[in-house]
């Protein structure tokens, strides 16, 4: 395979390139939920948005930059009404 040939929709690994198949999928939106806020989470060790966005979903070929991450945190300190709130306001984050 010619350098020159492979598109964006070939990612290099450190042995060789491979093709990424999920590139039909135009966007994504990851919602997440924690005891421990978006901040914390991006803070030490990053599994979200480092690893299963920038990383697992983008090396399958879902475009980063059409990559959203919604996240409901603190769920073990707040009421029945706040989650019921978010799930009712979730269709217009999306």
């Known amino acids: 395979m010619n350098e020159d040939n ?3 929709n ?3 690994s450190s ?3 491979w093709q990424a198949l999920l ?3 135009e ?3 990851v ?3 924690s005891t421990y806020s978006k901040e914390s989470l991006t803070k030490y060790g990053d599994a979200v948005e480092g690893v299963l966005m920038n990383s697992t979903l983008n090396g399958v070929g879902i475009p980063q930059k059409n990559m959203k991450w919604i996240h409901f945190s603190q769920v073990n300190r707040t009421t ?3 989650r019921k709130a978010f799930l009712k306001e979730l269709p217009k984050m999306l």
């Open 31 to 33: 919602i997440t939920t």
């Open 10 to 12: 070939y990612i290099k």
């Open 23 to 25: 590139t039909y999928i």
């Open 15 to 17: 042995i060789k390139y």
């Open 6 to 8: 492979i598109k964006s």
């Open 27 to 29: 966007k994504t939106t």
């Open 80 to 82: 029945d009404e706040r």
